[in-house]
């Protein structure tokens, strides 16, 4: 959406504009939730979102992009092959998740990016709110994919929260949450702290057990936190 990226759009009288960036309108959108934790709007930007797409950019296989290709089909086996779907990397209880808990904002995203900003397939000919598709083609079109990643991603930040984390780790942790590495990181939690794994808050013993483990997925868990930890 190049040709978006310089427009303005006012919102309603008072308040400040939205950005036709479809990544800083998202999280401007969603740090005015009543859904979402204090904690998790502050941490939440637009430079993390280009940092998930970034990093799942890198690890998505051949046989992956070859079942997206084919996912207007209804061939199950492609859509297996695919696993997540579009530059976020979604699965359907993502999507589900954001269309129930941050349904208010999706819709103000919508009508901000199609009215406000001319995104819908309606422009030139007036100006309409965008429209969903459903699964998987609204996290695949280039528009609606920016508010289903960074919507998840913020999810994801606030399941971290908990008390004497801070915001820097529960940022780290709801990354991994995103990435679908909850299986690790309590693994490491686990091992760390056997008598009582919920004790550790804080990230940078998950982390160094993360890259000390012999498994690959481990340390790719690692890698992917610090990736797009590094892009905030």
């Known amino acids: 959406m190049s040709d978006l990226l310089t427009r303005k759009a006012a919102t309603t009288a008072g308040q400040p504009s939205l950005s036709c960036n479809t990544k800083a ?67 359907p209880a993502a999507y589900n998740e954001v269309m129930q808990k941050l349904n208010p904002e999706l819709k103000q995203y919508l009508v901000h990016m199609g009215v406000n900003c001319g995104a819908g397939q309606h422009r030139g000919c007036g100006e309409f709110p965008l429209t969903l598709k459903g699964y998987p083609l609204d996290v695949m079109d280039p528009v609606t994919a920016d508010f289903f990643i960074a919507a998840t991603l913020a999810l994801k930040i606030k399941e971290s929260l908990k008390p004497g984390r801070n915001a820097d780790d529960q940022l780290q942790f709801g990354i ?45 868990v690692a890698a992917y936190i610090q990736e797009v930890f590094g892009r905030r």
Not at 32 to 52: C, E, F
Not at 206 to 213: A, E, K, P, Q, Y
């Open 25 to 91: 309108a998202a999280v401007a959108i969603l740090k005015n939730s009543p859904t979402l934790d204090a904690r998790t709007k502050m941490v939440l930007t637009p430079y993390l979102v280009d940092g998930i797409i970034s990093a799942e950019a890198k690890r998505i296989g051949k046989w992956e992009r070859r079942g997206e290709t084919y996912l207007w089909m209804e061939w199950d086996w492609l859509r297996q092959i695919a696993g997540g779907v579009g530059p976020g990397q979604l699965y």
């Open 176 to 220: 991994g949450r995103y990435f679908g590495a909850f299986s690790s990181l309590q693994a490491a939690q686990a091992a760390i702290c056997p008598q009582n794994p919920s004790s550790v808050v804080h990230y940078p013993p998950v982390r160094d057990w993360l890259l000390r483990s012999s498994s690959p997925r481990d340390r790719d």
